[in-house]
Nanobody, 116 residues
């Protein structure tokens, strides 16, 4: 499984951004796809995830109501719609795929910068 994230950029607080994650290879065996983020000096943290087939979602508390994760199985794409962005959302965002118990496939990150 190969993953490629895109869509990052510089926005002002309160604005929106949509990240995309293109999956290729053995996408038929993906169980769950997740978005994570990391800022310098901090550990990578979970943002949201979606069951690749059923579409059920899970969100980290600080993004609930602002971020929406979705996927398009026909195009092997996943998305993270981010609304009402805050400066503390600034981070490098990664998408990752879980086949069984852990996220073992990671894409390169895309930088999101939210100015105040």
């Amino acid at each position: 499984v190969q993953l490629q994230a895109s869509g990052g950029g510089l926005v002002q607080a309160g604005e929106s951004l949509r990240l995309s994650c293109a999956a290729s290879g053995r996408t038929d065996i993906i169980y769950r796809l997740g978005w994570f983020r990391q800022t310098p000096g901090k550990e990578r943290e979970f943002v949201a995830s979606i069951n690749w087939s059923a579409g059920t979602t899970v969100y980290e508390n600080s993004v609930k109501g602002r971020f929406t994760i979705s996927r398009d199985n026909d195009r092997n794409m996943a998305y993270l719609q981010m609304n009402s962005l805050k400066p503390e959302d600034t981070a490098v965002y990664y998408c990752a795929a879980k086949l069984e118990s852990r996220y073992e496939y990671w894409g390169h990150g895309t930088l999101v910068t939210v100015s105040s």
